[in-house]
């Protein structure tokens, strides 16, 4: 069983609400991803952190995706203003390392989101 | 640029019969290849990954797969299917100089009892 720590499992929200979801990652896993994944199961990586620092991202320039991995508290993505096309799973992963390499990755069951 | 194919979308068969899913890569150097599995309403979890040595990697539930760099792929193999193996495969592609891995768009077996 995963224990990648995902809430809530499913998110339904209209277009233009916000929508925000948590992560809880593996115990001593510094290395925190998320990933999109559309109903064609394609996967589009978002961004990772290390510790609370950003590692890599998309270019979130709609500036409608934030996240952030604080110290202390769980990971979180944030859509500003919903749109129909972020409907989705979003994935949160964990890992010992940076992803690159051998390392594998943890994942939590994820967050069902839709937008109607 | 990295890139995975999985060319069968969906792959019917029945219980106890053997099984191949496909894998195709594409990257400059040697890639590290991973075989994710996703069963219903459940997160991804790892079925193997290759990163050297044996080009034949053994995973969990009797699952194997074999790394071919002349054919640039992966395939995931197991020699009887229960019912149970029914969930979408991913293979998924990274590499030492990227801190992201790439994912396939999966294929959804459905084991017929």
């Known amino acids: 069983n995963s224990k990648v720590i995902q809430t809530p499992r499913y998110l339904v929200k209209g277009q233009g609400q916000k929508a925000k979801m948590r992560c809880i990652p593996e115990?001593?896993?510094?290395?925190v991803f998320w990933y999109q994944q559309n109903k064609n199961n394609e996967f589009k990586f978002l961004i990772n952190?290390?510790?609370?620092?950003?590692?890599?991202q998309i270019d979130m320039t709609e500036k409608r995706f934030s996240a952030e991995c604080p110290s202390n508290s769980p990971c979180s993505l944030e859509i500003q203003s919903s749109e129909a096309g972020d409907s989705a799973l979003y994935l949160c992963a964990s890992s010992f390392g940076t992803g690159g390499g051998n390392e594998r990755l943890f994942f939590g069951h994820g967050t069902k989101l839709s937008v109607l | 640029a990295q890139s995975v194919t999985q060319p069968d979308a969906r792959v019917t068969v029945s219980e106890g019969a053997s099984l191949q899913l496909r894998c195709k890569y594409s990257?400059?150097?040697?890639?590290?290849l991973f075989w994710y599995v996703q069963y219903p309403r459940q997160g991804l979890q790892l079925l193997l990954k290759y990163y050297s040595g044996d080009p034949v990697v053994q995973g969990v539930n009797s699952f194997e797969a074999e790394f071919s760099k002349s054919n640039s792929s992966f395939h995931l193999q197991k020699a009887s299917v229960h019912w149970s193996d029914s969930a979408v495969y991913f293979c998924?592609?990274?590499?030492?100089?990227?801190?992201?891995?790439?994912f396939g768009t999966g294929t959804r077996l459905q084991v017929l009892p």
């Open positions: 990257y400059s150097a040697t890639p590290y």
């Open positions: 115990k001593g896993h510094p290395v």
């Open positions: 952190f290390q510790n609370q620092e950003v590692l890599q």
């Open positions: 998924a592609l990274s590499s030492s100089n990227t801190n992201k891995v790439v």
